[in-house]
């Protein structure tokens, strides 16, 4: 087994109504909080004055950010960083998705430095030793960011998106209420399967981790994953999975099925989001069955344990036209066409994976080298 350090300093508080206590849980760390969330949708759904009600109770003083992105702007977080700086914010509550809470925790950690977060950002050297407090109430749950140390920022002008980690990123509390999910669309809520999919699946396909309880548990974790898809497919008005989902979304993100993961095939999803702004679980039901198709030969009996176990079927080819038949009857499509683009640049999107010097994608599994992702990306096409 891979040698590891474990520890989630979240605390994790799920049930219903459990968002109404947010000032009782940040009373004894709290004093001027920045609320930090998305649209006006937490402010016409009641959210939000649940929220600063409770803080009022606590007499904890709060200011706003709001119009965080899908997929946050380092120019939102560098306004973030200013209000937290001037009014010596000492918390960050983000509400909302995963958006929502990697901008809160970019903030969280450039506020104690004096240069522009995206060098920060891209720059080891420039990190600073601490950030700070981020509390989340989770009203999408896909990304497991709440309990990570992960913040995924695009640079907007520079047409980049990057993962970043840190330790110091970690939020401290998380409040997980199902029922605050109720209003996910059909499709957001197809894609959020995918994504929370998808976290086991990086960690499965990364044979370095070498332990049988990890596989064990992601391989529970993704076919609890497509029972729950299955309930959305035959029942897509019904609320009966969302409970299991809010907590496969943190479970599957946050270590606790071991740490590493290969994610090569997010690192192409994520060109493919800042080149046609397709969603990030959207990209990645397109990317992972390529993937699979481009690799499986040569890791022919990993395969074959992962499709028999998750998907309940034999062979290779059959369980990759399962596993995308399942993302389209989700909702998640699995071929360019359905995103309506005219037409697909190949090269660009290689030249987007690999903008940072980077070799090859892929930690675990096999490395992906510019010449493999054309490949991939083309059996998507
Ligand atoms: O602005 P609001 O109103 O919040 O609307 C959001 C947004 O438009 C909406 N939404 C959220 N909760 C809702 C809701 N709409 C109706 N009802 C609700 N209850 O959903 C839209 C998308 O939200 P977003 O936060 O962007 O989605 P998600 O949670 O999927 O986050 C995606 C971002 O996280 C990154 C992705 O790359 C992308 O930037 N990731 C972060 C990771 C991490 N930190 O560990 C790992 C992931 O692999 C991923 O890369
Ligand atoms: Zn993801």
Redesign the pocket.
């Known amino acids: 087994m891979k040698t590891f350090d474990f520890s989630i300093p979240t605390k994790l508080v799920y049930g219903k109504d459990k968002h109404k206590l947010i000032g009782e849980y940040l009373k004894d760390s709290a004093q001027h909080v920045l609320i930090h ?6 402010e016409n759904n009641g959210l939000l004055e649940a929220v600063t009600q409770s803080l009022d109770a606590y007499h904890i003083s709060y200011c706003f950010l ?1 119009g ?5 702007s380092v120019d939102l977080c560098q306004t973030g960083i200013k209000i937290c700086q001037s009014e010596k914010v000492d918390t960050i509550l983000a ?8 901008s809160a ?1 970019a903030i969280s950690i450039g506020r104690y430095s004096d240069e522009m977060l995206w060098k920060v950002l891209n720059t080891p050297e420039l990190i600073p030793q601490k950030a700070m407090n981020i509390a989340a109430i989770v ?7 709440e309990a ?7 640079n907007d002008t520079l047409q980049q ?1 990057i ?1 970043f980690s840190n330790p110091l990123l970690v939020p401290k509390l998380a409040i997980l209420n199902p029922e ?6 059909r499709y ?1 809520t197809a ?2 399967m995918v ?1 929370i999919f ?2 086991c699946f990086e960690r499965y396909f990364d044979l370095t981790r070498e332990s049988l309880l990890w596989d064990a548990l992601c391989e529970a974790t993704m076919k609890t994953v497509v029972d729950l898809g299955n309930t959305f497919i035959n029942h897509p008005k019904s609320n009966d999975f969302r409970d299991d989902m809010m907590w496969s979304a943190t479970v599957a ?1 946050s270590n606790m099925l071991g740490p590493g993961g290969d994610f090569a095939c ?1 690192q192409l ?2 060109a493919l ?1 800042v080149q046609y702004g397709i ?3 959207g990209a ?1 039901a397109l990317i992972m069955p390529a993937w699979c198709q481009y690799v499986y030969q040569r890791h022919h009996d990993r395969f074959k344990c992962f499709f028999k176990a998750v998907f309940k079927v034999n062979g290779v080819e059959e369980g990759i036209e399962t596993m995308k038949a399942f993302f389209e009857a989700l909702g998640a499509p699995t071929t360019f066409d359905r995103y309506h683009i005219a037409e697909i640049d190949i090269n660009e999107l290689v030249d987007k994976v690999y903008s940072k010097q980077v070799e090859y994608v892929g930690n675990g599994l096999e490395a992906i080298y510019p010449e493999d992702a054309v490949k991939i990306y083309e059996l998507i096409l």
């Open positions: 969330y998305g649209s006006s949708r937490i709001g965080v992105q899908a997929n946050p509400i909302g998705g995963g958006s929502v809470i990697d925790k009203t999408l749950p896909a990304t497991g960011s990570n140390d992960v913040a995924v920022i695009s998106k993962a605050l999910t109720y209003t996910l669309s957001q894609i959020a994504d998808s976290h993100h997010h999803a994520h989001t969603p990030h679980g990645l």
